[in-house]
């Protein structure tokens, strides 16, 4: 499943995230890869030890904690540092499966990537091309976002970035290990997260159809959730 959390940063921390990552020098983006995705891979990155991406990676972290959306969609366990991007020239990333295993480089930091995440960076009219193609049961899935906007898809997925043919598309990229790996359940989680809020936003917190439900909740996240 494919979910749009918009504005999960405000523009004043697009604008931080930018003085940051505008200022910095970046590498070939073929520095983080593995073999296959490689060959797929043309873009630059900025060094993912690096100063400015810790320093723009906290600004995304702190704007995730506190985006309600992103964790009833993600569950999420473990984020993986935020990572960043940049198109331009024509380049593109080519289909390819992300990982299932991430190892922080120089230390023992692992994560599972059950869901990949793109936070766009730059204004859609800004540039062309660009655009993320998710591959899925119902045929594919093209987005490109506002600044700020952010996109979560199975990691699972096949994707790809199309080539950027005019101007530069900047993003951050990550993953997450969610408390429930399977896509399937997550999706039922959150469905049925989103009907309790509607319910109790028309009964009240109280209401005894409101506690039930919220009750199904937290029993079928028990069954499901590993932590
Ligand atoms: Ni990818």
């Known amino acids: 499943m494919l979910i749009e959390i918009p504005q999960v940063l405000d523009a004043t921390e697009v604008a931080r995230v930018r003085g940051i990552i505008d200022a910095a020098a970046w590498v070939d983006g073929n520095a983080t890869s593995g073999s296959q995705s490689a ?24 704007a995730l904690g506190r985006s309600a959306l992103f964790i009833a969609a993600a569950l999420p366990l473990k984020v993986f540092p935020p990572l960043f991007n940049r198109y331009a020239g024509g380049q593109a990333f080519g289909t390819h499966v992300d990982t299932a295993v991430r190892v922080r480089r120089g230390t023992d930091f692992r994560i599972r990537a059950d869901l990949s995440a793109t936070i766009f960076l730059e204004d859609p009219n800004a540039y062309d091309g660009g655009d993320l193609i998710v591959e899925g049961a119902f045929g594919e899935q093209s ?18 970035v199309a080539p950027v043919t005019r101007g530069t598309r900047l993003a ?5 290990q969610s408390m429930v790996r399977d896509d399937g359940a997550r999706r039922i989680l959150f469905d049925l997260d989103r009907g309790v809020q509607a319910v109790a936003s028309l009964q009240g917190q109280g209401d ?20």
């Open 39 to 62: 060959l797929a891979k043309d873009n630059a990155q900025l060094p993912e030890d690096g100063v400015a991406a810790a320093e723009a990676g906290r600004i995304v972290l702190d």
């Open 143 to 160: 987005v490109k976002l506002p600044a700020g906007h952010m996109i979560l898809y199975p990691a699972s997925s096949l994707h790809r």
């Open 172 to 176: 951050s990229f990550f993953w997450v």
């Open 208 to 227: 005894p159809a409101t506690v039930q439900l919220t009750g199904v909740y937290h029993n079928l996240l028990r069954r499901w959730a590993d932590v």
